[in-house]
């Protein structure tokens, strides 16, 4: 690992997430503080710019939809807690839209470096558009990054979300765009014995090693 991966540090998959303890417009948080249920911790470049106001509103919008699956929004950037205050009251005032979610206040950087937000190669050492979902454990299940130029899909982060909860409740994976309703793929077979036996056991079978199930 090179002296940069190590100073802005690299989350891992299916480890624990990185603590932190941040003011933010609602107050005091901590990773802890959203035990039991799920996270979605997204960060932005910055306040006031065209690209994240468009990614808050759509995830203020999608709130509900992540509130009914049991999942928890949280904004960061480097930015004040005074400036994340006056551009969520300007978000509503010019586009009718309530943030109903924290966001943090990093102007330290302390939670952007533990979960490697910082990419000086993007552009400068704002926050890139990096999104993490925590399951109810505090262990890191997804991450993914985006450039600066380019919002990301809030509906696509609701659907993973669903679809990991599927994963861990029924003991499946889900196909490219799966979605609530369609079925799921089966698990490769781990013995000899088992792969012979799935043709008979009532799955969509194709072959020994593609199977799918209702989920």
């Known amino acids: 690992m090179?002296?940069?991966?190590?100073?802005?540090?690299?989350p891992r998959l299916n480890e624990p997430a990185?603590?932190?303890?941040?003011?933010?417009?609602?107050g005091p948080k901590s990773l802890g503080d959203y035990r039991g249920r799920w996270l979605i911790l997204f960060s932005h470049p910055?306040?006031?710019t065209p690209v994240c106001t468009t990614e808050f509103m759509a995830f203020a919008k999608a709130h509900k939809d992540f509130q009914a699956i049991g999942c928890d929004l949280l904004?960061?950037?480097?930015?004040?807690l005074f400036s994340h205050l006056a551009w969520t009251r300007n978000i509503k005032?010019?586009?009718?839209?309530?943030?109903?979610?924290?966001?943090?206040?990093?102007?330290?950087?302390?939670?952007a470096k533990?979960?490697?937000?910082?990419?000086?190669?993007?552009?400068?050492?704002?926050?890139v558009r990096a999104t993490f979902v925590i399951d109810p454990e505090g262990i890191l299940r997804a991450m993914v990054y985006y450039p600066m130029t380019n919002g990301r899909s809030v509906a696509e982060?609701?659907?993973l979300v669903t679809a990991l909860q599927t994963s861990d409740a029924k003991g499946v994976a889900t196909p490219e765009s799966w979605k609530p309703g369609d079925m799921a793929i089966v698990p490769p077979p781990r013995t000899a014995a088992d792969a012979e036996a799935r043709?008979?056991?009532?799955?969509e079978y194709t072959d020994w090693y593609f199977c799918k199930t209702a989920a």
């Open 18 to 26: 990185p603590q932190f303890t941040a003011n933010t417009t609602h």
């Open 157 to 159: 982060f609701l659907r």
């Open 75 to 80: 904004g960061l950037s480097i930015d004040s």
């Open 114 to 127: 533990a979960y490697g937000m910082i990419h000086p190669e993007a552009g400068d050492t704002s926050a």
């Open 2 to 10: 090179d002296s940069q991966n190590q100073v802005y540090g690299l």
């Open 93 to 111: 005032e010019k586009f009718g839209v309530e943030i109903p979610f924290p966001v943090i206040d990093d102007l330290s950087m302390k939670v």
């Open 46 to 48: 910055a306040d006031f």
């Open 199 to 203: 043709a008979k056991k009532g799955y």
